[in-house]
């Protein structure tokens, strides 16, 4: 198969001038997500049947996805999603309509969030970038659509109607289906409302199926193309894009996993045992940190690419924030600290069968957020910091599915001006493509990091100013904005550099 770089494609965007009467146009399964959303919404409809009583109903749904997994030619996957669809509307009779719409919001938490590619978003970025209005056009219900189309900024969403009366769903679905030729009809309709070009616009699909589209639209592009379409493509000419960093494991996948898990016992046991035996305790959570960043990244494959890198060591002890993205992101950091570094995190981890045993050797401070009084774990860090280490403290909270900032807590920031001490800002850009959220097997992956340079909250005149200009800036550099000086830049912090992070 003949596939186009999706960085040569990206870049065939940016040259072209037609963006006031494009359209993108994009299919859900498989094009922008790894796998079929339908399954998603019918498992969590089988759950909620189940919790009902609705066993007959769900029996029957359940044996339509089994089916439909081992469905063997294109043909029959096609025959089974029509099946399917059918019979999970008829089991939706009487079923309300808000009821459908909170199974898709879990569904959507539940597993396609993970589903989703990180080059599909790199590829709605640039089609936004163009100034192209982003559709999604899909068989899929919108129930299973909007929570993705959200989460993406996706404008419009084309899909088929499941027929509901007071509320409540009648058991049968609207023609026609978004499918096919009903696809095509959809663009045309959106394009003339928007007054757009099909000749300028774009279509995104795995299907020899979407065939009707993809010949009507001026830029037809097929992605993780199905046989029959991969030979039509390749016979007019059609780019190709291959999206791989989403969906069925690797056998190194699952490999990388168990070794790296492996490093992080074998790690653990090791600190334990030094420190039973007396050995220093900050030696011995420096050699921790060092293992497990060294080896635990290696087997990863994790590769690491950093701008900034001179700013890790520039100024110590400090406080160093970063964005949490993954589980990995301990890994990611281990390999570049290395040493004299202690973090905080919330009271959870340390029940966490992957990593809670390996936090506890290495001095973490453990936060409960639930509680009101929390001068032990500011004594505790405070301790930390005069003694020459440095803090390490994810200011978010929690972590976001497709890796945009959420809001900063001022803990960090507060320790920092408490201590005397700068805040050193660690951007990760994509930790989640080696293992999302929710994601249990790791993918070998380069990370780009950016290391902004320190700042010192006490010269921004207070706490609250530094955190709201850092997270600001988080989100400009993680917007594809190019790295340049804060905008505290002129108290003296200089602006990150490309270098090559420590090996």
Known sequence: ??????????????????????????????????????????????????????????????????????????????????????????????????????????????????????????????????????????????????????????????????????????????????????????????????????????????????????????????????????????SKGWPQLDFESRGRPSAEAVVRTMLTLQTVAASTAISAVARKFSAGRISTTNRLTRLVGEIGAGFAGIDLEVEGAEHLKKERPAVFIFNHQSMLDALVLAHMLREDVVALCKREMQRNPFLGALLEQADTIFVDRESQDQSAVLKRALGVLEEGRSLLVAPEGTRSTLGEIQPFKHGAFFLAKKAGVPVVPIVLHNVKDALPNGGLLIRATTIRVTVLPPVHPDRLGGVRRACAAVESRYSEVLSGSAIAALPFAAIGAESGINARGPR
């Open 1 to 234: 198969m003949t596939t186009t770089a999706l960085s040569d494609h990206l870049q065939n965007l940016e040259d072209r001038g037609d963006s006031n009467r494009a359209v993108a146009f994009f299919d859900l399964d498989r094009t922008l997500i790894a796998g079929y959303s339908i399954v998603g919404l019918a498992w969590e409809r089988v759950r909620h049947g189940l919790t009902r009583g609705e066993v007959r109903d769900s029996v029957d749904i359940l044996g339509h996805l089994l089916r439909r997994q081992h469905g063997r030619t294109a043909r029959l996957r096609k025959n089974r999603y029509h099946r399917l669809v059918d019979r999970l509307s008829q089991s939706l009779a009487g079923v309300a309509e808000e009821t459908l719409a909170r199974l898709g919001e879990q569904a959507y938490r539940n597993g396609i969030a993970r589903s989703i590619y990180s080059e599909s978003i790199a590829l709605l970025e640039a089609h936004r970038r163009a100034g192209h209005r982003l559709v999604i056009v899909t068989a899929a219900t919108r129930y299973q659509v909007e929570p993705i189309a959200k989460a993406l900024g996706i404008d419009e969403v084309c899909c088929t109607g499941l027929e509901v009366a007071n509320g409540r769903f009648t058991g049968r679905t609207l023609a026609p289906l978004c499918y096919g030729e009903g696809k095509a009809m959809a663009a045309r309709r959106v394009c003339k409302r928007v007054r757009a070009s099909l000749r300028h616009s774009y279509f995104y699909s795995d299907s020899a199926d979407d065939l009707p589209l993809l010949r009507a639209v001026g830029h037809p592009v097929a992605v993780n193309a199905s046989e029959k379409l991969a030979v039509h493509a390749r």
